[in-house]
């Protein structure tokens, strides 16, 4: 599998967030706004692209009868440094996302990759293929959160400074001033809503494509021939 195709199967084609499924519990609890999609998002990303390439450079270490136990504990080990680092250096997010930083241990999307990529690529395909299917779940948190957060308090990149200090704090963008807020976006049934017009809006855009490919393929068929008798 080449680069090209294992990034676009992380983004797109099989994207965790919209195709698989997977890790809908954080991404549905915490993508209240922008930021904390972006939060929760980068440090998934981090830790696919870690576990992957800690687990491809000792694959050829691991007995095969044990090989799961020792996925957990390296996905563990990296989920509990991301986890101290967020603590020490963005304490306020880190309350905010609270639990849901420990949990991306249970992210099926993680160990999935571990088994079925990571332990059977080298280093730099298994890297590649962590950074794309981390930024294709990440990409669904920041979406969804901005859709939530923008319907929800007429707002975009409210506490930015959480993540990027002092210099994000006039980064807000109020895009609908004197708006009254509409409270069921950023409320658990805002989320299951947002979320599935992001997997409709993925299928029509899949289908469209289908679509143009099919009207401009080449024909194969063959045109049968006449023949004229006297």
């Known amino acids: 599998m080449s680069y090209r195709e294992i990034l676009k199967n992380g983004l797109w084609d099989n994207n965790s967030g919209l195709v698989q499924l997977l ?37 050829n270490f691991i007995r095969q009868e044990v090989r799961v136990p020792v996925f957990v504990l390296v996905i563990a080990s990296v989920v509990t440094a991301i986890d101290l680092l967020l603590n020490a250096y963005f304490h306020e997010l880190h309350g905010i996302l609270g639990i849901f930083i420990p949990l991306i241990v ?34 669904v948190l920041v979406v969804l959160g901005s859709l939530r957060e923008l319907i929800g308090q007429g707002t975009l990149f409210s506490q930015a400074n959480l993540i990027f200090g002092h210099i994000a704090d006039h980064w807000q963008i109020t895009v ?19 979320l599935g017009l992001l997997i409709a809006v993925k299928n029509l855009i899949d289908a469209r494509n289908e679509q143009r490919a099919a009207r401009h393929a080449p024909a194969t068929g063959k045109q049968p021939v006449v023949t004229e008798t006297a």
């Open 106 to 139: 249970t992210n099926c999307v993680i160990i999935a990759r571990a088994e079925s990529f990571a332990a059977k690529n080298a280093v730099p395909l298994a890297a590649t293929d962590g950074f794309a299917m981390g930024a294709g779940f990440m990409s």
């Open 176 to 194: 609908f001033p004197d708006y009254p807020g509409f409270l069921v976006a950023v409320l658990p049934p805002g989320a299951f809503f947002g």
């Open 23 to 59: 890790g809908l519990c954080p991404l549905l609890a915490v993508t209240s706004t922008t930021i904390n999609g972006f939060g929760l998002g980068f440090a998934t990303l981090a830790t696919l692209v870690l576990s992957n390439t800690i687990i491809s450079l000792i694959r």
